[in-house]
């Protein structure tokens, strides 16, 4: 009887696939263990540029001048934020962040007052209907 044993495992130490044939470089590698590269090792930089978002408050400006601009504040912040968009299409954002951030706070001013005129010329005329009752 003839017996023949198959194995279905590869040996541990292998890490190769059964087929695999060792092309030259590597065999030269394995057989002194470092690679015989004439240049020295270098390494790449990516350089990526972190632009700085600089919002220049434009929409809000335009909307505080248009319907509430209460004390014209709303269109100084609407000049800020064309200044800001302006130094941001230059390229000068150290020249666009103190307009825009200007810009912010007034329109920021802006919605308040207008929302406590508004109020106060809602509430003010209901107390004088009610004293005159």
């Known amino acids: ?19 695999y044939e060792m092309p030259k470089e590597e065999q030269e590698v394995a057989a002194s263990g470092v690679p015989h590269n004439p240049a ?3 390494s790449t930089v990516i350089r990526i540029h972190s632009e700085t978002s600089v ?10 001048t248009l319907f509430i601009n209460s004390r014209c504040l709303g ?3 609407f000049a800020c934020s064309v200044k800001s968009r302006d130094g941001k299409m230059v390229g000068d954002l150290t020249r666009a962040q103190p307009y825009a951030s200007a ?12 929302i406590i005129m ?5 509430i003010i005329p209901i ?5 005159y009752q």
């Open 1 to 19: 009887m003839n017996h023949t044993v198959q194995t279905f495992f590869t040996p541990a130490s292998t890490y190769r696939p059964p087929n």
């Open 40 to 42: 020295p090792p270098t």
């Open 55 to 64: 919002p220049d408050h434009d929409v809000g400006s335009l909307f505080n």
């Open 75 to 77: 269109f100084t912040a």
């Open 103 to 114: 810009a912010k706070c007034l329109n920021i001013w802006a919605l308040i007052l207008g």
């Open 118 to 122: 508004t109020i106060l010329l809602i």
């Open 127 to 131: 107390l004088i209907l009610q004293a």
